[in-house]
Each structure stands twice: as structure tokens, then as C-alpha cells.
């Protein structure tokens, strides 16, 4: 039976990033570390810690680029709070992949009910370094509240998301088919995949991705084993060697864990390079392609027993795919637009974990375990007479397919503009009978194409989007939204640049004026970015 206790006056606002359990706890703490001085106290301002303690905010992010180098980003968050530096830290692209946004993964990690620094899939090691590198400087109480004599409560368990829509909690799922979309001659494999929902409880809109747990290449597993000297039926808990390698840890990057494993097992200068690569060094100008199995091959002395090797290990993560079906044109199923990464290092073939795994590897009819990640702000906008303006070369035309499909199937009246591009015409043009085929009946009213292969000049999407300022720029003054789905570093950056000097040209900005515009639409929701 539970005790009932008068509610603290001090209160943490609905709206804080916190669940219900963490909003009564730090109600409480705060009550009691004020003491008297809470009566007639109001709510705590949105992310006010106290103490002078402030939460990471996504609109109080001056790094919030996911283009900026980390050392950058480090720089403007010196002088923050220690939520904020956290947050700093991530790849900034709230793509959902660690089961938060950039803020919230920062605040959960403050606050200490999140003890994973390993989940920012896009940070990779460098964010993993930094936020070891800040916990270790906040100290062991971090965000958390100090402890008394009276605690004895004990630490709560995280509560699991609804099933399917959570990394921790997903559901199994029917592969269905994969078909080729590259015509022969092109340099590139990719892959539309379908996958059967009909018995799971995911529901999706489009502009949401969709989470895939996969399993390492088998060949790549067996390697591994055979280099370790390991039998592959040996029992670690309640699965085999073999299959542990299979399913649960990730064989790409070699992590910094292992390294400092093998630094136990070597000596002399062996022991030199594997300190140095621990601590994010690059002694012989190759770290950046070592895998397991590759430090494994570069250390060939040391060689851990089984169980200690998979405890050096980082565990395989899931990956998110962009959907590029509707739920309304496609009920019951999901479709993915997937790349295939395969490419050769010093005579090895490397793969793509879960590229490959989809592209080659998994059977039709067989289960794979998924869940639903909801878009941070990409979704089409609520009034279906908006105007949508949409750039994605590559695999990044995914989440415009669906748009494109949902625009279909509810009549949207609104007009539809399309920016694809990709190396050749002749071999890379993605889904072109069906976007022809809705370029013929008026729902897409534009399609604007780039070919960077085919010519004697290079032509990308944000040459084509300045080549059709004028029109692009009557759009946008109508009130259109505008979307980009690609990579976050280099495209996503050109098409900024690309909407910039539209603006300047045909919009009769000045540079400052015509920054100032983009900044417009990123904050009234008119610009949103899927990158990655």
C-alpha cells in the first residue's frame, strides 16, 4: 500500500522532457532541498534546474547544426551548463536513432536515467569520447540528486515504450520482397524492400521511419571466431559464441573497449598503439578502417578468451530507414528505400550490416524485429492545399515517395514539386515510371532532375533549384513548405546555400536579409530536413 503524501508546491512543468515518475521525483527534491522557502513558490520555469542548472533546449542551441565539427560545438557550449555541453555533444540531427531527440538523450543522460552514452549512432566514437570525457568531469552525481542517509528507495527500472514503438521494445515483422532499382550499369546497389505489418500493432504516417534490427554477415561472424581461436558452439549465457556475434554486438569500428583489452594482452610498442587508439589516437594513419576483425588482424598476439572479448565489444544497434510508402496508398505494409555499402579495404570485402543484410541476406517470409520512430517535425503540413517543394537525390527521394503517395491517395490540391537527382540517367533514376506516371496526371506538377554523371559538368539538385530561381522563389512566396531528405554535412548544407541565394536574387535580399528568410522558415516549420 502506497502512502499518500501532500503534493510538493514546487512542481515541474507537463511539458518538461521528463515521464511522469521523474517529474514527482524531482518535484519532490526540489521541495525538499527548498524547504520553507517553496511556500507560495510557483513552477519552475521549462528547463530551469535551479542552482543556476539548465536543461538542453532545442531552441536555446546556437550548435544545433548537424554540418559543425564537434570541436566547434564544444567551443559555443564552454560556457553552458553541463546539460547543454552534453547535448552539444551529439551529431545534432534528432533523427531519432538513440530513442530521443539531441536535447532530451542529453537531459536523460544529466539526469542519470539514462546510462548509455553509446546511442548517438551518427556521433559515433567522437561522441562517445565526449560524453565519457564530460561525465567523467561532472563527477559521479552529474544531474542526479545527492543522496541521504533516508534514500532507500530503490532505483526505478526503465519503463519500456508501447510495443513496437520503441528500440527497446520491438515487434516482429514479415519481410516480404526486395526488388532492384538500379538498371544495369550503375555503380550503386539499391534496393526497394517491403515489409508485411498486417500482425503488428505499428501504425505510421509518412514522414516516419521505421527502426530495423539487423545481424551481422555470417562470414564476417565465422572470420572473427576463427581469429580469436574460439569454438563457435561455446555457450556464453543462454546462446552460442556464433550466435551472440550473429545478432548481438557490432563488428564494425573497432571500439575503444577493445582496444583497451588488447593493451592488456600486448607488450612494447604493440601495447603503444593499442593505448593510443583507446584514447581516439591514429598511430599508424589506419584507424579510421579498422573493424573487429581488422584490430584483431593488427594485434595477431593477443587474443582474449571469448566471454571477455564479447564484454570488450559495443552492442549492435538498430538502424533507421526513412519509409517511403503511405499508409494509405499501401495499407499493411511498409516499404524501404536501402543502399547497399559494400566496398574493399586492403583485399577485404566490407558490408554494410544492415544494408546488406536486407539487400542480400534475409529470406522472404522470414521475421525481423522492427519499431516505429516517429518524425521530430518532417511531416506534410496539416492544410493539404499548402504547396510542397521536395529535394532528395539518392535514396533520399524515400520519404517523398510516400509524401507524393499520401498526396495521391487523399486528393491533396496542393501542388507538388519534386528536386531528384543521382549519377546517371540511364541506371539511377529511382521509381521513374511511377513519378512519370503522377507527373502525368497532374499531382506532380514539377520534376526537376540532376545527373551528376552524365555530361561533361556535374549537375546536382541545388544547381537546378537555382537554375529555376524565379519559379522556386514565386513558390515560396505563396506559402510553400519545402523539404530535403539527404546527407547532413555536405547536400543538405548546398541546398541552405541554394535557398539563400534564391532568396538574394530573385527575392531582392540582401546576404543578411536572405539568411534571415531561411531562419523564417526553418522556425515557422516551412523548411524541415530527414538527414542523416
Known sequence: MSEHVTPPLVLIPENAPFNPDQRSWLSGYFAALLGPAVEGATALAPGDMGGGQKLADNDDAPWHDPSMPLPDRMELARERPEAQKLMAAMAQQDCGQCGYNCADYANAIFLKSEERLNLCQPGGKDTLRMLKKLDEEFGAGGGA???????????????????????????????????????????????????????????????????????????????????????????????????????????????DGLYQLLSLLTSGEARKKTQALAAGEDPDGDAAHLDVLGALHKFPGARPDAEVFLEALDELQPRLYSISSSPKADPGRVSLTVDAVRYSHRSRLRLGVASTHLGERIPEGMKVKVYLQKAHGFALPDDRSKDVIMVGPGTGIAPFRAFLRERDATQAPGRNWLFYGHQRQASDFFYRDELNALKDKKLLTRLSLAWSRDGGEKTYVQDRMRENGAELWKWFEGGAHFYVCGDAKRMAKDVERAIIDVASQHGGKNPDEAVAYLAHLKKTGRYQADVY
Open 145 to 255: 540528486a545527492p543522496k541521504t542517509a533516508g534514500d532507500a528507495a530503490p532505483k526505478a527500472e526503465p519503463t519500456l515504450g508501447p510495443l513496437g514503438f520503441c528500440r527497446e521494445n520491438p515487434v516482429e515483422a514479415t519481410f516480404l520482397s526486395r526488388l532492384r532499382l538500379n538498371a544495369p550499369g550503375g555503380e550503386k546497389e539499391t534496393w526497394h524492400v517491403e515489409i508485411d505489418l498486417t500482425d503488428t500493432p505499428i501504425e505510421y504516417v509518412v514522414g516516419d521511419s521505421l527502426g530495423l534490427f539487423p545481424a551481422n554477415a555470417p562470414a564476417l561472424v565465422d572470420a572473427v571466431i576463427a581469429e580469436l581461436g574460439a569454438r563457435p558452439e561455446r555457450r556464453i549465457g543462454r546462446k552460442t559464441l556464433r550466435d551472440c556475434l550473429l545478432t548481438d554486438y557490432a563488428l564494425g569500428g573497432a571500439p
